[in-house]
Every structure is written in structure tokens, then in C-alpha cells.
């Protein structure tokens, strides 16, 4: 790329600056501040409802928010979900995770379910997953969103100025003003002001509520404001006072008084998530002591720390453990008990090897590693299908073999399995998804493939190594276990790659591949409706009448083995699906035939291969067959996704499995 000139470098930083000057005039337009009785005056009529949701609400709207608003397509295009359906409240997280539909549903009916009041927003949600499985990501996803809703109308939230949980300024109503606030303004008032809130509208402003200070707060992780993570670092040193905080005794000194909510130290996460989101990585680590305090605080809206009765704090809490730290925890009988407190959302791993193949594209485009390297059109989705086949369990269906299953769930029609199948399949192995290969396995090897071997291409073949490679140096599996993966990279390789890679090769063959083949399709149907009509052909050029071509007709349906004694029934079918076509003022294409559509490209192909063979044979090739080789060549960079080295190398690979033919 050229360099900018000065020129057009400053005229993009003019126009960054005022992008920044309007993104900060925008932030300005939505601030707002102003007394207890300024709030009630403005801000409350007609926003009661609004304003008096509880957390668990607050998640639900933010998630329907970007159900409805979208705001992922305009960010990436049409590249939101694949199919460029919104995903109603599960739209948040089709930004970034794939092929996890049935967990995330789950999730999003947690919060529908906690919003309505249903007792579950008394329990804790647990996220239970293989590593690198989205459970993070999810978790940020969450916390982002948070973010960017409490920027928009829709979303905004007040609290009381200066409070350390931010608390919600209706919570200074007295109790005995309460239900005419609700007559008032329709809206239930559940929480309580906290001790520092309490201490200060007494000292401050002698217990007069009105002039209390409220403003528009932005809920933000980097500031501590409704968002807050804990990670148990160290479980033995790990104190409570990370969570509840302590007495600050600097202050006491200050104050006099252990006992003055100025002399705590309110630092602690609970309340830094106070009104949005706490996210506990690894909870089943915690002491048993700080998982006693989170499961009172979800179901008793509470926490009790020394000194000061109990504090009224309303956050939701999403937890996240993986699987082998769950059954330690399981072992003890008296965490059952536990479990009961909280809502377990599995999280496995994708089975649809395309959608675990979008995860390797986006990790991959993100990589500053991969930001030069060519990777050709199935290097990842060949990766993909190892890695789902490494996480399904055998099936024990009568022709049914694993790649057709993974096939299936890809949701590829496989003959003699209705999709219907699907569902069956997923319910016999409920298991599937929690163990095998992670997207952070995969990624990681090829990226060490690229950094090794310094190319800036990569085939599927070579990905396919630095995979075997990655599963023989892996310090963690047992011989067995490598044994069992290696094969499944063989299997990838054999049911899938072949296909896919010949595939490319036989049309790259041709000019103009589906301008041939539609070619003939054409003669073939012709040739079909005068022999079943028993008619004569004319030859367009010749004008000559003669029979049906009958040698033609068997040597295209030879390709895909259709019997002498079937080919009747194969050709009534075929022209009735033409018919069909035709009726409907459609053109009959191969796209609506897959088994006329093999066929035809095996027929063409075999048409061909002599120019593929001049690969191999040729010891020093002529200028003819130099000609014809790289017009395969370029045709496969061109219009097929490869480059040089990608393109020489596919040619050559199919030559080989032509030889084994
Ligand atoms: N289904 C998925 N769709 C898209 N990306 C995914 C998916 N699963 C995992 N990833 C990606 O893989 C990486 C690891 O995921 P993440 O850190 O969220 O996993 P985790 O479940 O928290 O793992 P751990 O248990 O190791 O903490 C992330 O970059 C994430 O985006
Ligand atoms: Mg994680």
C-alpha cells in the first residue's frame, strides 16, 4: 500500500477529531444532575416503570434492546448470524459466538424468566463448559452490552451522587411514603438506602431527601459502575474484603468511629456490579464462605458485613466454572445443597463443523499473526471438521458412520437420513460437545505453523500437520488418546478434503464450468424425452434425424452407477423434476438435481483429466501442456480461493488421488 499523503493523513485526522468532538458532545447532551426533588419533578413522570427495574429487568430490556435495534449488522455487515435473521434477544451474542444456539437460548430464557419475577432470579446463573468453549466471552458480551445500553434512552439510569453502589435514588422515599409513591407513579420501590447513603443525607442535609444529589450514571467496567469481575486468585490468601470490603483504618482515625460508613472501604466488587453485572470466574474455587455470601446476595437481595445491618444490594450474578473443577465439587456431598441455589447452563462446544469454522475465521482475521498469510478455501473448514469429529460420540445406527453424522448436524443432507434424524442423534448422546478438541487448539497450532515455517500460505495439507504435530507434542493426552485424534485427522482428510479439493479441481478444468455442464444437462434431458417418446433427434446442423443417443445417456449415468434396469425410473424422475421446473417458469438447473449434478461433473471431469495427468507424467511438459496446466492454475486462484502455492499444490494432490483411482 502507498504511504498517505500529508494530505490526506491530516484530512483523516480532521475528520477523526471530529468524530471524537461529536462523540463527546453526545456523551454531554445525555449527562444529567440535579436534586432528589428536581428527579421526581422531571425525570419520573411517565419513566416510573423505567426507572424502578431491577437488575435481572434491566438485562432483559438491554438484551431485547439489541434484539430489535441490532446494532451488530450495521457494525459487520451482513455477517451477523449467517443467515441474516435478527436473533431477537439472543442477537447480542450472534456478534461473536457461533453455533451455540441451544445454550444461549437457555441463557436468554434465564434472564426472560428473572425479569418476569419467576423465582429463578433468585438463583445464581452458572455457566458449565469445556475450556474455550465462549463461557468469557459470553460473560464480556454481557458486560459490553450493559455498556452500550445505559448510553441510550432506552437505558438510562440514575443513582444517588458519590454513592459507592450506585444505588438507585427512589430508595430514599421513606418506607411509610411508599405506597402513595405507587399510587403516584404505578412503580414498586423494593430497595433500601445503604449505610453510607443513610449517614450522609443525615449529615449532610438533616435527613431532608429532597435536596439529596441524583444523576445519570453510564454503567462501566473500567470505572467500577454496575459491572464488576472477581477472579479468585490464590484461594488461601483470598479474603472477603475483596468482595465486601473492610474497615479502612486510616480513616477510623479520621472519623473516630469504626462504626462510620466513611471509615469502610466500599471497594469491594459486589458493590462496584451493584445494579448491573458481577461475573465470578472459576466460582467453584472460591471459599465455601464467599459462595455462601453470593447465593444469599442473589436470593436475599442482601449482604451482611460487620458492623452495619444488612445492605440491600441488587445485582445479577454470572458465574463460570469448567467441568473438571465442577465434579471435585460435586464429590462433596454437602455443596448439593449449593447446586440447588443456582441455575446450570451447559455450554459445549459447536457440533456444525461450518460454524466452528466461523470461530477459527474470526480468531484468525483478528490475529495480527495471520494478517499475511493465505490460507486456502478449506484450511479452516478441514480444521473444523476434525475438531467436531473429535467431540461426537460413535453412532450406533445402521450406516450411519461419523462423518455422515457430523454431516448431518452441519445440516447437510445425507441420503437415507431424514433431518428429522437430528434431533434423535442429539438426544442420544447429551453428552456430545463437552470434551474434544478446543477452537483454541486448532488456532493455536496453525499459528504456530505460520510462525514456524515463516510461508505466507498455508494449504489444508499443511494445516493438517501442524495439527498431527500439535496432538504428538501435547504433554497432556495419552498415547491412546493421540492414537484416536490422528485417526480422526485421516478421517478429515478422507471423507472430507478429498471431495471438497477434487471438486475444485474438476471445474477449474473448464472456461466456464456451469456454462458447460448446463450444455449438457440440456442434451441430456433431450436425449431422454426422445427415447421415452421414442422420437428421432434432429441434428441442429445436419438436420439429419436419428435415434436417441443411447450410449451418451448410459455413459452419463454410469457415473453415478445407475443400473440398466433402474435407468427408466432415474430418467421418468428426471423429467419430472424438469417439468416441475418448467411449469413453474424455471429454468432446470443442476442445482436441482445433486445426483444429475454429480454426473454431469464426473462425466465433463473424466472429459478432462488428460490435462491433469500432464501434471505428474510429463517429465518436461510441452508448451501445450505448460498452456493448459496454468489455465487450471489461474482459474483456481481466480475464481476458487487459492493462491500460487495453494493452486500447485491442489493440482497435484488430485493428480495423486486420480493415480489411485
Ligand atoms: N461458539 C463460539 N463462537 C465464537 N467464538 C468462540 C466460541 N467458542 C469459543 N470461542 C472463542 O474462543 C476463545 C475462547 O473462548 P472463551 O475465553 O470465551 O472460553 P471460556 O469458555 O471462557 O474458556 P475457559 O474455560 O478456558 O476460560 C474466544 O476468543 C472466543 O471468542
Ligand atoms: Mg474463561
Same mark, same amino acid.
Given at each position: 500500500m ?5 494530505r ?23 449527562h ?7 428527579f421526581?419533578?422531571?425525570?419520573v ?20 434492546w439489541?434484539?430489535?435495534n ?6 459487520n ?6 443467515n441474516?435473521e ?8 450472534k456478534?461473536?459466538l #457461533?453455533?451455540? @444456539?441451544?445454550?444461549?437460548?437457555? !441463557?436468554?430464557d434465564? *434472564?426472560?424468566?428473572? =425479569?418476569?419475577?419467576?423465582? $429463578? +432470579?433468585?438463583?445464581?446463573?452458572l455457566l458449565?463448559?469445556?475450556?474455550s ?71 449532610? #442535609?438533616?435527613? @431532608?431527601?429532597?435536596?439529596m444529589? !441524583?444523576?445519570?450514571? *453510564?454503567?462501566?467496567e =473500567?470505572?467500577?459502575?454496575? $459491572? +464488576?469481575?472477581?477472579?479468585p486468585?490464590?484461594p ?22 469504626e462504626?462510620d ?15 448491573g453485572?458481577?461475573?465470578m470466574?472459576e ?27 444488612l445492605?440491600?444490594l441488587?445485582?445479577?450474578i ?17 455443596n ?9 447452563v451447559k ?8 460454524e ?11 490475529a ?10 478449506h ?29 448431518l ?8 437420513f431424514?433431518e ?12 456430545e ?9 486448532v488456532?493455536n ?5 505460520i ?14 500437520l ?10 497432556r493426552m ?10 480422526y ?13 477434487k471438486?475444485?479441481?474438476?471445474r ?8 458447460e ?5 440440456d ?9 421415452l ?11 439429419e434425424?436419428?435415434p436417441?443417443d ?16 433402474g ?7 428426471v423429467?419430472?423434476?424438469?417439468m ?6 424455471e429454468?432446470?438447473t443442476l ?12 462425466y ?9 495427468r500432464?501434471?505428474?507424467?510429463a517429465?518436461?511438459?510441452d ?7 496454468s ?20 493440482l ?5 488421488l486420480?493415480?489411485?483411482?
Amino acid at each position: 500500500m502507498q504511504p498517505d499523503s500529508p494530505r490526506g493523513g491530516s484530512q483523516r485526522g480532521e475528520s477523526f477529531v471530529e468524530a471524537l468532538s461529536a462523540y463527546s458532545r453526545f456523551h454531554r447532551a445525555q449527562h444529567w444532575s440535579g436534586t432528589f426533588g428536581e428527579f421526581l419533578r422531571t425525570v419520573v413522570p411517565g419513566n416510573g416503570r423505567q426507572l424502578a427495574r431491577a437488575s435481572h429487568e434491566y438485562l432483559w430490556d438491554m438484551l431485547c434492546w439489541f434484539g430489535k435495534n441490532n446494532p451488530a449488522a450495521a457494525v459487520n455487515g451482513n455477517a451477523t448470524n449467517g443467515n441474516g435473521e435478527s436473533g431477537g434477544p439472543k442477537e447480542l451474542f450472534k456478534r461473536e459466538l #457461533f453455533g451455540i @444456539d441451544e445454550p444461549l437460548g437457555r !441463557v436468554v430464557d434465564y *434472564f426472560k424468566a428473572a =425479569a418476569a419475577g419467576s423465582d $429463578v +432470579g433468585r438463583r445464581l446463573l452458572l455457566l458449565l463448559g469445556p475450556p474455550s468453549g465462549g463461557k468469557s466471552t459470553m460473560a464480556i458480551l454481557l458486560k459490553r452490552g450493559l455498556e452500550e445500553y445505559s448510553h441510550t434512552d432506552e437505558g438510562a439510569m440514575y443513582a444517588l451522587q458519590g454513592s459507592p453502589m450506585h444505588e438507585s435514588p427512589l430508595n430514599l422515599v421513606p418506607p411509610t411514603l411508599r405506597a402513595e409513591f405507587r399510587d403516584t407513579y404505578g412503580v414498586e420501590i423494593r430497595g433500601e438506602l445503604s449505610p453510607w447513603a443513610r449517614d450522609r443525607l443525615e449529615r449532610e #442535609f438533616e435527613g @431532608d431527601f429532597l435536596r439529596m444529589p !441524583v444523576e445519570r450514571i *453510564f454503567l462501566s467496567e =473500567a470505572t467500577r459502575m454496575g $459491572v +464488576g469481575t472477581y477472579a479468585p486468585h490464590d484461594p488461601t490468601t483470598a479474603d472477603l474484603a475483596d468482595l465486601v470490603g473492610s474497615v479502612d483504618l486510616s480513616k477510623v482515625a479520621q472519623y473516630g468511629d469504626e462504626g462510620d460508613p466513611r471509615a469502610w472501604s466500599w471497594s469491594g466488587a459486589v458493590y462496584a456490579a451493584s445494579r448491573g453485572m458481577l461475573e465470578m470466574i472459576e466460582i467453584l474455587k472460591v471459599k465455601r464462605e464467599f459462595l455462601y455470601l453470593l447465593l444469599t446476595l442473589t436470593q436475599e437481595k442482601n449482604v451482611k458485613v460487620s458492623r452495619f445491618p444488612l445492605i440491600y444490594l441488587d445485582e445479577t450474578i454470572l458465574a463460570h466454572t469448567n467441568l473438571a473443577e465442577f465434579h471435585k465439587f460435586l464429590q462433596e456431598k454437602e455443596n448439593e445443597a449449593l447446586l440447588d441455589r443456582m441455575v446450570i447452563v451447559k455450554v459445549p462446544y459447536t457440533l456444525s463443523y461450518v460454524e466452528e469454522s466461523r470461530i477459527y475465521n474470526k480468531l484468525v482475521s483478528a490475529a495480527p499473526a495471520f494478517r499475511d498469510v493465505h490460507l486456502d478455501p478449506h484450511a479452516l473448514r478441514l480444521a473444523a471438521v476434525f475438531a467436531v469429529l473429535t467431540r461426537l460420540v460413535k453412532p450406533e445406527r445402521e450406516g450411519l458412520d461419523l462423518s455422515k453424522k457430523l454431516r448431518l448436524y452441519a445440516g447437510e443432507s445425507v441420503e437415507g437420513f431424514p433431518e428429522t434424524e437430528v434431533s434423535r442423534l442429539r438426544a442420544e448422546s447429551a453428552e456430545e460437545g463437552l470434551t474434544g478438541v478446543s477452537p483454541r487448539f486448532v488456532v493455536n497450532s496453525i499459528s504456530n505453523a505460520i510462525t514456524r515455517s515463516d510461508k505466507k500460505s498455508l494449504t489444508s495439507m499443511e494445516v493438517l500437520l501442524a495439527l498431527k504435530d500439535s496432538i504428538e507434542n501435547d504433554a497432556r493426552m495419552d498415547a491412546k488418546a493421540k492414537k484416536l485424534w490422528i485417526d480422526y485427522l485421516v478421517l478429515a482428510r478422507k471423507d472430507f478434503y478429498n471431495r471438497w479439493v477434487k471438486e475444485d479441481v474438476h471445474r477449474a478444468l473448464f472456461a466456464s464450468f456451469e456454462d458447460e455442464a448446463q450444455q449438457l444437462l440440456d442434451k441430456y434431458l433431450d436425449e431422454v424425452e426422445a427415447s421415452l417418446d421414442h422420437r428421432e433427434v434432429t441434428d441442429p446442423i445436419t438436420n439429419e434425424s436419428r435415434p436417441a443417443d443411447e450410449r451418451f445417456l448410459r455413459s452419463v449415468e454410469d457415473k453415478i452407477k445407475v443400473s440398466e434396469s433402474g435407468k427408466m425410473t432415474f430418467r421418468q424422475e428426471v423429467v419430472r423434476k424438469a417439468m416441475v421446473a418448467y411449469k413453474q417458469s424455471e429454468k432446470f438447473t443442476l442445482n436441482s438435481h445433486s445426483r444429475m449434478r454429480e454426473a454431469i461433473e464426473q462425466y465433463l471431469f473424466e472429459e478432462r483429466r488428460d490435462v491433469l495427468r500432464l501434471v505428474t507424467s510429463a517429465a518436461r511438459p510441452d508448451d501445450e501442456a505448460r498452456k493448459k496446466i496454468s489455465a487450471v492454475q489461474d482459474r483456481l486462484t481466480a475464481e476458487y480461493g487459492y493462491d500460487e502455492h495453494s493452486a500447485k499444490e491442489a493440482l497435484s494432490y488430485v493428480t495423486t488421488l486420480l493415480a489411485q483411482e
